[in-house]
């Protein structure tokens, strides 16, 4: 079976890449590349609109991607210096065997001692490239697959689909492969959906996901959405759709979703990931429903626990925690509003640790509250803190 799923992985990239090459006057670059059997070998093709670089060190991508050495994204001249020009890649081989991959965007340069093959379509050449990441291994597979991906006018998304569905590569190879997909001109958005419903692959789906979760696409949004109420998803893959819908481009309409769904969630990562996708999100709202699953008591005490961190958080004041510390009845719980005390820091926060302090408590919870008192200064907090230890 595994042999059977290869060959079909293997034919997909080739039909794909057979399919970018129909303008490469019958695979002239790779008869180019292979004459040089040990050595360097350059050539260079027109990049994607919004590339750029400085030709040597550094390149820029239309997503404000950065890559290379000697990077300060922060130095406006920098960013000034960054120039739009052909993309280059300087090929090692030894033994006609690739072992080394590097790409340059900007002003045309050359290295020194490599044969250079100058300008080539970039069709022909995002179509080695992507041949080159079929059947590499390591590296140069995935180095291949930039260049491959920010070639002019390349439509690489078949091929990456098949590399990523390939069970036979590294995992290391399939997620660049996924990464890439979602960058591809020739819409990588739909492919990566299905890769993310993907039942029999559960790594493959969640590496889907979690792409997915950072694409501004509409599509991706509507994708997670769909998948926070799918019962039929594994586990994995929910808790990696509620996690991601809770990203920087959460929503106060996604963070209701979330409340909505949570008690139709039977696992536990889902559930925990439900928890932290709306803390992200903040707001009042928010926090009084972290703070009501917190006090839910056929809540596994985990989730509880998790509930009351993530709310402070949220934005939950110090005395709404104090209000929590006398709502929730067990040490583990009460425990945790003690830490979340120390973490919010108010006034409030303080008078209420200096309560428990002082307080007929559990001796375990009079502990942690003098240690997270630890965390505040002042006269009264000394006084408070004198008189608890010349306690008997």
Same mark, same amino acid.
């Given at each position: 079976m595994r042999q059977a799923t290869t060959s079909v992985a293997a034919g997909a990239i080739a039909l794909a890449v057979a399919a970018g090459t129909a303008c490469a006057?019958?695979?002239?670059?790779?008869?180019?590349?292979a004459s040089v059997p040990t050595g360097l070998v350059e050539f260079n093709f027109a990049s994607s609109e919004d590339t750029c670089g400085d030709g040597l060190r550094w390149m820029?991508?239309?997503?404000?991607?950065?890559?290379?050495? @000697?990077?300060?994204? @922060?130095? $406006?001249?920098?960013?000034s210096q960054c120039a739009r020009g052909p993309l280059r890649v300087l090929v090692t081989t030894e033994d006609r065997e690739i072992v080394r991959l590097e790409s340059f965007v900007g002003p045309l340069q050359h290295a020194d001692?490599?044969?250079?093959?100058?300008?080539v379509p970039? &069709?022909?050449?995002?179509?080695?490239? #992507?041949?080159v990441a079929a059947r590499a291994d390591g590296r140069p597979a995935r180095d291949a697959l930039m260049p491959a991906v920010l070639a002019d006018s390349s439509r690489p998304s078949a091929a990456l689909l098949a590399l990523a569905r390939d069970i036979d590569r590294s995992r290391e190879t399939r997620r660049s492969a996924i990464r890439w997909l979602a &960058?591809?001109?020739?819409?990588?958005?739909?492919?990566?959906?299905?890769?993310?419903?993907?039942?029999?692959?559960?790594? #493959?789906?969640?590496?889907?996901? &979690?792409?997915l979760a950072r694409s501004g696409d509409p599509r991706a949004r509507a994708f997670l959405r769909s998948a926070v109420n799918d019962k039929q998803l594994p586990e994995e893959l929910r808790a990696a759709a509620i996690a991601g819908l809770g990203g920087d481009m959460a929503t106060g309409a996604d963070a209701k979703l979330l409340r909505d769904s949570y008690r139709t969630l039977t696992g536990q990562k889902s559930k925990d990931a439900a928890l932290a996708a709306?803390?992200?999100?903040?707001g009042s709202v928010n926090v009084q429903w972290l703070m009501a699953v917190a006090r839910e008591r056929d809540e596994p005490p985990a989730l509880r626990r998790r509930a009351i961190t993530l709310a402070e958080r949220?934005?939950?004041?110090?005395?709404? #925690?104090?209000? #929590?510390?006398?709502?929730v009845d067990d040490t583990d719980a009460r425990g945790a509003v003690i830490t979340a005390l120390g973490q919010?820091?108010?006034? $409030?926060?303080?008078d209420k640790l200096i309560a428990i302090a002082q307080s007929t408590e559990l001796a375990p919870l009079r502990r942690r509250a003098i240690t997270a008192l630890d965390r505040f200064d002042g006269v009264e907090v000394r006084e408070a803190l004198s008189g608890v230890a010349a306690r008997p």
């Open positions: 006057q019958g695979g002239t670059l790779e008869r180019r590349i820029r991508t239309s997503d404000d991607s950065w890559y290379g050495s @000697s990077i300060n994204t @922060s130095d $406006p001249a920098m960013r001692g490599a044969t250079n093959l100058g300008a970039a &069709r022909e050449a995002s179509a080695w490239l #992507l041949g &960058r591809a001109p020739d819409d990588g958005v739909a492919p990566l959906t299905q890769l993310a419903g993907d039942r029999d692959d559960t790594w #493959l789906g969640r590496e889907a996901t &979690r792409v709306v803390s992200a999100v903040g949220a934005g939950a004041t110090g005395s709404q #925690l104090a209000a #929590l510390y006398d709502a919010e820091g108010s006034r $409030p926060a303080r």
